[in-house]
T-cell receptor, first 116, second 112 residues
């Protein structure tokens, strides 16, 4: 158990819909990362937040957005869903926000999204 | 971040050492080498990291060559539970953000 929690574990929805994935980081971790893992693209970094502020963006679509709240939990919002958005979505947290010598990231169990 | 190259797959007998190589010939002076693994579809798990010295923890050892262009992750006594995809990732240090850029990794299969 990494200490990172994600809900829901599974999500099945239809094309065109909007969903929200939730992540609670480990106690004390200020930085949250979102990753997408699909069969054809592998594990890809989407976005990073540090103490409520967006820190870095990766290959995140404009239909996707995220935020980190004052209590440090984070939500990833996916809208206008397409079949290709079906994937595992992982959240990770770390103590420090940068590529420091202590940047090991702790991953949650993931949310499996299926778009039908 | 520097690109890494890993063999797509490796086999290892249970109880023997598993040595997983990684090439990162374009690594910069402030970039760290991190290793993660992913068992089936679970979240990736941090294993170890290093800058230029060899490192050891309760899970594994990391050997980095003197020129830092390659490294080897060593699982000293592999078990069936070590069957996983192992990712070697180079992460820029300093004030850069710490995103992880995953490649294809090495599928390690430990057999009885």
């Amino acid at each position: 158990d990494s200490g990172v929690t994600q809900t829901p574990k599974h999500l099945i929805t239809a094309t065109g819909q909007r969903v929200t994935l939730r992540c609670s980081p480990r106690s004390g971790d200020l930085s949250v990362y979102w990753y997408q893992q699909s069969l054809d693209q592998g594990l890809q970094f989407l976005i990073q937040y540090y103490n409520g502020e967006e820190r870095a963006k990766g290959n995140i679509l404009e239909r996707f957005s995220a935020q980190q709240f004052p209590d440090l939990h984070s939500e990833l919002n996916l809208s206008s869903l397409e079949l290709g958005d079906s994937a595992l979505y992982f959240c990770a947290s770390s103590v420090v926000p940068s590529g420091d010598s202590r940047n090991e990231q702790f991953f949650g169990p993931g949310t499996r999204l299926t778009v039908l | 971040d520097a690109k890494t190259t890993q063999p797509p797959s490796m086999d290892c007998a249970e109880g023997r050492a598993a040595n997983l190589p990684c090439n990162h010939s374009t690594i910069s002076g402030n970039e760290y080498v991190y290793w993660y693994r992913q068992i089936h579809s679970q979240g990736p798990q941090y294993i170890i990291h290093g800058l230029k010295n060899n490192e050891t923890n309760e899970m594994a050892s990391l050997i980095i060559t003197e020129d830092r262009k390659s490294s080897t992750l060593i699982l000293p006594h592999a078990t069936l539970r070590d069957t996983a995809v192992y990712y070697c990732i180079v992460v820029a240090g300093g004030t850069s953000y710490g995103k992880l850029t995953f490649g294809q990794g090495t599928i390690l299969t430990v057999h009885p």
